[in-house]
């Protein structure tokens, strides 16, 4: 039985490399894969709670500073302690908690972050950013194949 999916890429697609979550969640779209839901937002919001409790597996796509090095970071999530007192800028874990307390139940997620380094006004996205796209693209399909066993072939996945 396949699992419903949502891929929720976020960050501010006139801030050159902070759109990167809204691009690498409009490609993952353009696969047209039944059991995947992609969402484009500038920030996550709790009237995203709904839909996560209705989802069996959450995949949060956002831009990040490069730490150490430029790779691509891809972590397991879980609901935060607490939530946030300011949810209009909320982040994943407290999203999900939101949605654990508000419908009993939340889906397991997963947190891609993809390093950029230009987030001034723009809308191109750095060679970077470019780069750490087409990795977290694959990461996705990995994460997919892995939860609900979809091959995809012959996909152009850049």
């Known amino acids: 039985m396949k699992k419903n999916v949502m891929v929720i890429g976020y960050g501010n697609d ?5 759109g990167i ?10 696969w047209h894969l039944p059991s995947v839901k992609s969402v484009c937002v500038h920030q996550l919001t709790p009237d995203l709670a709904e839909s996560l409790a209705r989802t069996d597996l959450a995949i949060f796509v956002d831009a990040c500073l490069p730490v150490d090095n430029f790779d ?3 972590q397991s999530l879980s609901p935060a302690c607490d939530i946030d007192s300011n949810l209009h800028i ?16 939340c889906p397991s997620a997963w947190w891609v972050r993809v390093p950029g ?5 723009g809308d191109r996205i750095s060679q970077t950013a470019e780069i750490g796209c087409a990795i977290a693209l694959v990461k996705i ?9 979809l091959w995809i072939e012959n996909r152009a996945i850049v």
Do not use: C, H, M, W
């Open 72 to 74: 691509v970071q891809v």
């Open 141 to 149: 399909v990995q994460l997919l194949d892995k939860v609900n066993n």
């Open 21 to 30: 979550g809204q691009r690498i969640a409009d490609e993952v779209a353009s």
């Open 90 to 105: 909320g982040n994943p874990r407290s999203l999900l908690a939101l949605t654990a307390a508000i419908y009993g139940s």
């Open 117 to 121: 380094v230009n987030f001034e006004f």
């Open 14 to 18: 006139l801030l050159s490399d902070d």
